[in-house]
Structure formats: C-alpha cells, structure tokens
C-alpha cells in the first residue's frame, strides 16, 4: 500500500473541524501577510514583515509566537487566532492580515476518516441552541461564516451568535467549496492504531459501513497519524449507587427526547440535573421552558469564581445567567410559594430549586434519589435524572487507551486534567514521534483556538517533507489500497 498521513477523526460522531482546517493546510493553502494588512501589534507586525515572501507555515511559529497573550494555553494558537482575528480579546473586529494562496504542486496527500459527513459533533447537538463562541470565531481559514451562512447579513440575534444547526452546514459546504472533498473518507470507524517495528509505520485498522449496515474491514499504513477525537465521546460519571437505572442518563438529548415523546411534562415529578456546566445549564433552560420542574444539585457554592456563568458577559449570554440567576436565588430550603406571597416577597421560577454543595449519593429503583449537604441527607422523588459534569475522549484504539501519552501516564487522558503531552509548537506528541494530537486532547475545546493545532501541525509535516527532498508530488495520480479482506480489495484513487 501507498503511504499516506492520516487524519483519525475529529469526533465520535464524525470529522470535525480540527480535521477540515488541517486538511485545508496539507492540501496546499499557503497563508502569507496579506501586503495590505496591518497588525495591530507592532511587534508581531515588524516580525511577520521580516519574512513576509514565505508563508507562515515555513517561518519560525517559536519565534513568532514568543510574546503574545491569549485564552489558550498553546501559543501556536494564540498566534493564528491573532492572525485571523486579531484583538478579538478587546472586542474588535478586525479582518485577517492573512493572504492565502493555493499550490496544488505541494499538496500533502492524507486522508481524514470520520463516523459520518465532515462537521463533527455539530452534526448531532440541539439546533435551537446557541453556541458560546460567536459565529466569526467558528469560522475556518479561506471562507466567511457570515457569508457561507447568512447572504453576509448578520441576524441580530445575540450579538450574532449561531446554532448547530448553521455551524454544522457551514462546516460541510466548506469542505464541498475548498476543495478537500477528496481528501474524506465518511462512514469509517477506527479500531486499532498501531506502530509497526519494522519501517516506522503506523497502522490502521477499522471498518467502513456501507450499504446500510454492511461493515467492510479497511487497513490502512501511515508515516504519521493526527489525533483528533475531541473530547466528547465517554460521559463522566459520577460512580455512585444506581447510576446504571434506566431514568439516569448522560446526555441533555434524553431530556429532549422525553418531552417529545410527551413523558415528561407540568404534572411530572422533577427532573435532576446534576451539574453546573453549559450542558446543565441547556437541560435547566429546555426543562424551564417546557414547564417542567428541576431539582439543580452541583458541588460548587453559588459564588465559586470558576463557575462558567462569571465569565461569561450578560449581554452576549442572557440565558446562561437567567439561570445562574435562579441558582443563585432559589436555593435549598427556600420559603414556601404560600409564606412569599403573604410576606410580600416576588414568586420566582416556583418549579426551580438548585442545591448547591450537595452530591448524589445515590439513585433508587423506586425513583428516588439520595443527595448530601453539608450536613444531612436528602431524597426526592424525580422522573430522571440527567448527570452532566463533562465527558472524557475515548481513545481504545490506542495501546493502554492512550493513557500512556499524557501529561501524568499514570492517569487516563482528560482534556482539563490530564491533556496529552505534546510538543509546543509542532503537537507532536513527546512519548510517540510520528504521532500528533489536537483540539481538547491538548486543551483547546474552542473552535477558535483548535485551528492553531493544524497550523503547527502541517508546519511541521511540510518543513520535514521538504528537508527529506519529498515536498513536491509529480505523479498524476495517488493510489491508496484498503486491504478488506484476504481476497478483496476497494482502491480509492485520490488526483493530485
């Protein structure tokens, strides 16, 4: 079989968009200092200027990178977002300083494999939601949100925040109108990556599913391969009694699904949610405006600093701190419905009580749940309960589930805790040369600051192809072969 760099999917659900803009950089887009433009930091502008007749992915990203400040922890992306958008951080929006420009003769064959159509998760989140980032920030290299998505009008809504449902389209055309279509294989399920001991090369093993559900084995060989599988694929649980019942569940599309169904509803006994994440905060607002009552527990007190809600601006997210709101103000115990209104005191959200400092004990078949305060025991009647305190990436097809890439190799892999270790500027990982992650396997779960993996990603796949002498593709054609089995075999032909 032919070599190729393959991209593992970006999500559980499918590619994502660390492994479209990474496609989009091996596929011979070059971002240079757009002649025009002028970066508003002085220093990093007399920088990109020294070197302005290469593209950024053959200068220094070290050296350009050394200095500046942002929300990320990578100082690759720190720089490409600047690069995109720079000042966002003080609320401008000003345009890329970037010019990119396309040589097919430099295309880095790879293939990207994902379990459905390029767009990842967006594919299967809530359409009616709202995301955190605005719709700009969601935006990848070469094509404008705005103008893939609204005819370059902005919907006033929110200060131009955006759904699912538009992130997941613009996603998918995006991949259609850059060109990289070819570059995607969809249907695929990774099973097995592996080093091989002679030759350095890696292998992939999986399935395709075809024709409904029809699996066809694929083996694929690599020089490197690229982590990219988000951080959403294993719920966190939280380990107590009864969490395996049927009315425990891990996901906010449960909830969603039970009030379609007309399960749940005004006359129903109270939904847990336990959590204070956005995810909790979803489940609060559908269950809310479904009339439906909440019992809110989490383990944090109301003020705690590193509440999501604290960073988060009122203005651009008045629904997120409607809730923070009822957290805060409607705590366990609280006065009666009957002892506020004789008391003269306002009637609020009466189907709300948080619980904050509290913890599950445990869940009972007879549709109760225990939970713990500081100093007693509590148990409610509910109708479900939905845990939502984070979830942790799976990576099974690894030796060890891949624990041994971490931070501490003695603790699985968790995006926040426990990241997998990898070079600064090229996100190869340090205990597997060859082998690259990005996205929240590394820390960065936002859209805008994931792009600053693919950028030092294919920096350093294109400096090292082009000291080895192999840069330029001459060849009319790259043939790849799938092994499917021992007497058949499915050929994807890929033009250069």
């Not at 809600?309 to 009822?326: A, C, D, S």
């Amino acid at each position: 079989s032919s070599l190729y760099n393959l991209a593992v999917p970006d999500s559980l659900y499918c590619n994502g968009p660390s492994g479209i803009c990474l496609s989009y950089l091996l596929s011979g887009y070059k971002p240079y200092l757009d002649p025009s433009a002028v970066h508003p930091n002085p220093v990093l502008y007399r920088k990109l200027q020294e070197t302005r007749h290469l593209p950024i992915t053959e200068q220094d990203l070290e050296y350009l990178s050394e200095g500046l400040e942002g929300r990320s922890g990578n100082p690759v992306a720190v720089l490409f977002d600047t690069l995109l958008h720079p000042n966002a951080d003080f609320g401008y929006e000003f345009p890329p300083v970037l010019q990119w420009r396309r040589d097919k003769q430099q295309h880095l064959p790879h293939l990207v494999l994902g379990r459905a159509t390029p767009g990842g998760a967006w594919h299967v989140m809530e359409g009616s939601m709202l995301t955190i980032s605005l719709g700009i920030w969601m935006e990848l290299p070469g094509i404008n949100y705005r103008d893939l998505t609204n005819n370059g009008k902005c919907r006033g809504v929110t200060n131009d925040r955006a759904t699912p449902e538009e992130i997941s389209s613009y996603y998918r055309n995006y991949v259609k109108l850059m060109g990289l279509k070819q570059n995607f294989v969809d249907n695929t399920y990774v099973t097995s990556v592996q080093k091989l001991f002679r030759g350095g090369l890696w292998e992939v093993r999986g399935y395709q599913r075809v024709q409904g559900d029809t699996h066809v084995p694929f083996c694929l060989f690599s020089e490197n391969v690229v982590l990219a599988t988000g951080a959403s694929d294993s719920p966190a649980q939280l380990g107590v009694e009864g969490e395996e019942l049927p009315f425990v569940f891990h996901s906010i599309s449960a909830l969603g699904l039970a009030v379609s169904r007309k399960k749940l509803g005004p006359n129903s006994d109270p939904v847990l949610i336990v959590g204070a994440g956005l995810s909790a905060a979803d489940a609060v607002l559908c269950a809310f405006n479904n009339n439906i009552s909440v019992l809110h527990a989490f383990r944090k007190h109301v003020d705690d600093p590193g509440l999501i809600f604290k960073q988060l601006p009122k203005t651009l997210y008045p629904e997120y701190h409607k809730v923070y709101h009822m957290m805060h103000s409607q705590t366990h115990p609280q006065p009666t419905t009957t002892n506020m209104a004789a008391s003269g005191g306002p009637v609020l959200f009466p189907d709300y009580t948080s619980f904050p400092e509290h913890c599950v004990v445990s869940f009972q078949s007879d549709m109760k749940c225990v939970l713990q305060g500081s100093n007693s025991l509590k148990a409610f009647k509910i109708s479900m309960a939905l845990v939502l305190i984070g979830t942790h990436p799976n990576l099974f097809f690894l030796k060890g589930q891949g624990q041994y890439l971490g931070l501490d190799p003695t603790k699985p892999i968790s995006c926040k805790q426990n990241p997998v270790d990898v070079h600064p500027y090229t996100f190869e990982c340090t205990k597997d040369p060859g082998l690259f992650a990005m996205g929240p396997l590394v820390g960065d779960n936002f859209v805008r600051f994931l792009k600053g993996g693919a950028l030092g990603i294919a920096s350093c796949l294109l400096k090292r192809l082009k000291k080895k002498g192999k840069l330029i593709i001459n060849q009319n054609s790259i043939t790849i072969q799938i092994r499917l089995s021992r007497t058949n075999s499915l050929w994807l032909e890929r033009s250069s």
